[in-house]
């Protein structure tokens, strides 16, 4: 179980991660020891985030170089509060995509669109990343930000 640390105990943390739709950002290493970040998709499930991308995606090749990541989902709109923290990841096909519809039903209602389609083509390899937090820090400023 990861180190839980900041404004919030462990059902406010899966509460909020479960009513908040934005990306989670995803730091990494890639091969060339550079930092890189991306925005995915995610749900979370049993204290670990659950993502999908494409087999091919440059991001698979930086997570295979180096599994730890950085990790943040944040609101955008004030009051800002959210979680940070770190990682490991390992990563599974998603040959059913499977996870890749429930996510597409979590961000964009569905899967009766094109975009949708074109995401669950049969030629498009499919995988998911599972992000095993080791350490989660929480924040809130709704306190302090009531008159904004």
Not at 122 to 133: F, G, L, Q, S
Request: net charge negative; glycine share 6%; proline share 4%.
């Amino acid at each position: 179980m990861a180190e839980l640390t900041g404004t919030w105990d462990r059902d406010r943390l899966r509460a909020f991660l479960e009513e908040t739709v934005v990306p989670l950002r995803l730091a990494c290493t890639t091969p060339s020891d550079r930092l890189w970040m991306v925005s995915l998709w995610y749900r979370f499930d049993d204290g670990q985030f659950v993502c999908a991308t494409s087999k091919r995606a440059d991001l698979v090749r930086y997570l295979d170089h180096d599994p730890h990541v950085a990790f943040e989902v944040s609101t955008n709109d004030p009051p800002y509060k959210g979680v940070r923290g770190n990682g490991s990841v390992a990563i599974e096909a998603d040959a059913d995509k499977a996870v890749l519809r429930s996510l597409l039903e979590r961000y964009v209602g569905g899967t009766d669109s094109g975009f949708a389609r074109r995401l669950l083509d049969d030629a498009r390899d499919e995988v998911y990343v599972t992000v095993a937090p080791d350490r989660l820090y929480t924040w809130d400023f709704s306190s302090r930000m009531r008159d904004v």
